[in-house]
């Protein structure tokens, strides 16, 4: 059949079917599904393979191809395709080290030479090439419940564990998998479902296989860290692995803007500006254009405040229309949403206080961890606002806090740069 409907699901349930070509690859659906759903950004919008019944979920890569992907799903089943963000996507390409640990990464000839990790890691990447990796993982024995932890090794040959303990002699490797033919999914409550002794599982199965329990092989990490680790490197081992395709994963890696490529700048002579180079000398502008900001808050809002004595009607509707914003979600479905949307440094959203009334809460990503601030309304001078400092930087409502925050830390570990969306379908 050259053309076939693919059903695609939003994060709010509901679906919409698209007519595609036998060819049609995630990129293009992803695509389709930006113009359609009319998103403002369109930048880091992927396709999720979601197997319910099993806990799995995996994204997409551009290349491959809708229909091939279902045709490996059972008959009979709740498997689906799910339209989001995901910002981790190309975030290793940004900041490799962040996803690679020197304790990790395998000695090499390369390392031998006097390479640090980090030049190894940039020469393989600028090759196409991934760095071998090695670390303890607890694995679920089949047909059993029970897990056990092993030392593996993840090379372009495949993925091998040391029958003795960290040993990586020929004799002590045994053969587990070959790369070409796996998928890596990310297991959802591993816990509950396969008796994970920790939170961050994930899972190597056949692609060319129906999903089945069988086919499976569980695998467990000690953190996230340890987990994303492996995962990068099974994805970028794989695309390497793959002779028929002409692709690498940083064809489509977007261009955007990062912290490294931004510079202080004075724009005080009538020259033009200049780019500060003295680090002094950029902190005291820094700090500067935080009093600024309070100054320009000031003039900017120097009508009449009507609303006297009550700190919850400072523009109560202007946040509301903002796509970080998320309501009443409790602190672990927020953490879920930034843990699905990639886990990667600046990723926040803005939701309601369950604990202290007339209160905001930011939720933000750090070092793949998710870190929550209270934002609490004040008064001062007979006006309305929100601080997050005790009131040493006030703001008359949230939009106006989140956009000095993405140009200013603040008190935050580092700048807001991705919110968290949901968009319907």
């Known amino acids: 059949m050259p053309w076939q409907v693919v059903k695609v699901y939003g994060e709010d349930g509901r679906s919409r079917s698209l007519w595609v070509h036998a060819g049609t690859t995630a990129r293009d659906v992803s695509r389709m599904l930006v113009q359609t759903a009319h998103c403002a950004d369109q930048e ?10 099993l806990g799995l979920e995996r994204c997409l890569e551009d290349h491959e191809t809708v229909v091939e992907v279902q045709a490996t799903w059972p008959l ?24 690679f640990p020197e304790h990790m990464i395998s000695d090499s000839a390369d390392v031998n030479k006097g390479m640090t990790s980090s030049e190894l890691i940039q020469n393989l990447l600028n090759s196409g090439s991934c760095p071998e990796i090695q670390g303890f993982l607890q694995v679920r024995e089949p047909s059993r419940k029970a897990w056990k932890r092993f030392c593996f090794f993840l090379r372009r040959s495949g993925l091998y564990c040391s029958t003795k303990g960290s040993s990586k002699e020929p004799r002590h490797l045994q053969y587990v998998a070959d790369l070409e033919d796996l998928n890596i999914y990310g297991v959802i409550d591993g816990r509950k479902l396969y008796g994970a002794p920790s939170d961050f599982t994930f899972c190597i199965k056949p692609s060319r296989n129906r999903a089945r329990s069988r086919d ?14 492996w995962t990068t490197a099974f994805r970028l081992f794989k695309v390497g692995a793959m002779p028929s395709t002409a692709f690498t994963l940083t064809t489509c890696v977007p261009h955007s803007v990062t912290e490294a490529s ?13 780019v500060i180079e003295n680090p002094k000398e950029a902190q005291h502008a820094e700090q500067e254009e935080g009093l600024a900001w309070r100054k320009k808050t000031a003039l900017r809002y120097s009508l009449p ?22 309501g009443g979600v ?3 479905e927020a953490q879920r949403l930034i843990e699905e949307q990639g886990l990667v440094d600046g990723m926040f959203l803005i939701r309601d206080s369950q604990q202290h009334a007339k209160c905001f809460v930011l939720s933000l990503c750090y070092k793949l961890k998710t870190k929550h601030y209270l934002i609490i309304p004040c008064e001062e001078g007979g006006r309305n606002y929100y601080t997050m ?17 993405q140009i200013n830390r603040g008190i935050l570990p580092v700048c807001l740069k991705h919110p968290c969306v949901c968009v319907a379908l």
């Open 305 to 326: 405040n009507t609303c006297h004595g009550s700190p919850c009607c400072v523009s109560p509707a202007i946040h509301q229309t903002q796509p970080w914003f998320h």
């Open 216 to 229: 499976m092989k569980l695998l467990c990490a000690e953190n996230e860290q340890i987990r994303t680790c």
């Open 44 to 53: 880091s919008w992927a396709l999720i393979e979601l197997h319910p019944a």
């Open 389 to 405: 400092d005790d009131g040493v930087t006030l703001f008359i409502d949230l939009l106006q806090l989140v956009e000095f925050h």
């Open 262 to 274: 931004l510079v202080a700048m004075d724009f005080s002579g009538k020259a033009g500006g200049r």
């Open 76 to 99: 009979e089943g709740d498997n689906r395709l799910l339209f989001r963000k995901n910002y981790a996507k190309y975030e290793f390409f940004k900041k490799p080290m962040q996803f």
């Open 330 to 332: 409790s602190r672990g």
